[in-house]
């Protein structure tokens, strides 16, 4: 079995696939909150106890592949992989064999978990395609019909913003973020949560409809042909509902992408020799 971890700053998500046989197969998945200062043996209690729980022995666990955009929680989970796993991870950071071509400035700056998520995506539904991911940052990947990375876009997380917003206006209380009633609010807490849905909400068709037609005007797209828009992330759910873009949501975007990136570089050690 492989077992893909994606490390974002808020959640990471845990897969684990079936590579025997045939199609590649997710067994289970798991989202757990980020903890920067978590040990190694607190790390490594935990994902026992989830293995327990769901019935899988860790020593099925013969590859493991890790996105992270924490650096201090990476050498922890190295750690973790070799002393509970007894297997050396494989990070992914340049110089992995990706199959897609970056076309940015310096390919290096590209995060692991938005290469896994391009990937992914390409894999899956095909190009032009568009990735929104609904994390503590809202991103935005492009990737051609060609299958190339083109670039994106980086902007503030709904929650982010929220946080920012209650934290430094005194007499604003936090409210739970959801999709009002109607736009137009009753209540002070009825006019945040409007302010905070629908604000997203033109953040987020408003940089898709300048990426679409940049797209257009310089790859040339026929007129009315749209690239697939992909949403991914904790937020999906909650967003993707009133876009007037996002055609799919697809929570194991990233995980999928993790899997496939690892077996473009089948060469990891077997159970027995990490150190």
Same mark, same amino acid.
């Given at each position: ?10 959640? &990471? ?7 025997? $046989? ?7 998945? #798991?989202?757990? &909150?980020?903890?920067? &200062? ?18 899988? @022995? ?16 990476? #050498? ?14 494989? !990070?992914?950071?340049? $110089? ?23 990937? %992914?995506?390409?894999? =899956? ?8 991911? !609904? ?30 917003? !209650? ?11 959801? =999709? ?35 797209? $257009? ?6 007129? %009315? @042909? ?6 991914? %992330? ?5 967003? @993707? ?20 990136? !690892? ?13």
């Amino acid at each position: 079995m492989l077992l893909a971890l994606d490390v974002g700053n808020t959640n &990471t998500k845990l897969g684990l696939y079936r590579l025997d $046989g045939g199609k590649p197969e997710l067994a289970a998945h #798991w989202r757990l &909150t980020t903890h920067h &200062t978590q040990t190694v043996d607190e790390y490594g209690m935990l994902f026992l106890s989830l293995f327990e729980r769901s019935g899988i @022995a860790t020593s099925q666990v013969k590859h493991i592949i890790i996105s992270s955009v924490v650096p201090p929680v990476e #050498w922890t989970l190295r750690q973790v992989c070799e002393s509970y796993f007894h297997v050396e991870p494989l !990070f992914v950071e340049p $110089g992995i064999k990706t199959g897609m071509p970056v076309l940015v400035d310096n390919p290096a700056e590209l995060g692991a978990d938005r290469l896994a998520d391009s990937i %992914g995506a390409y894999e =899956r539904y095909g190009g032009p395609c568009i990735v929104v991911d !609904f994390g503590t940052a809202t991103k935005f990947e492009v990737i051609s019909a060609r299958g190339e990375y083109l670039g994106g876009v980086i902007a503030p997380g709904l929650g982010l913003s929220a946080e920012a917003l !209650f934290s430094r206006a005194a007499r604003l209380s936090r409210v739970e973020i959801k =999709r009002p009633a109607k736009v137009i609010g009753t209540s002070t807490a009825g006019h945040l949560q409007s302010g905070l849905y629908y604000g997203f909400i033109g953040l987020v068709d408003g940089i898709l409809d300048r990426i679409i037609a940049e797209l $257009g005007a310089e790859l040339g797209t026929e007129p %009315g @042909a749209k690239p697939r828009v992909i949403a991914s %992330g904790g937020l999906a759910q909650l967003i @993707a509902g009133d876009s007037r873009y996002i055609a799919e949501i697809d929570d194991m975007l990233t995980l999928d992408g993790l899997r496939i990136l !690892f077996e473009r570089n089948r060469t990891a050690k077997p159970r027995g020799r990490a150190r």
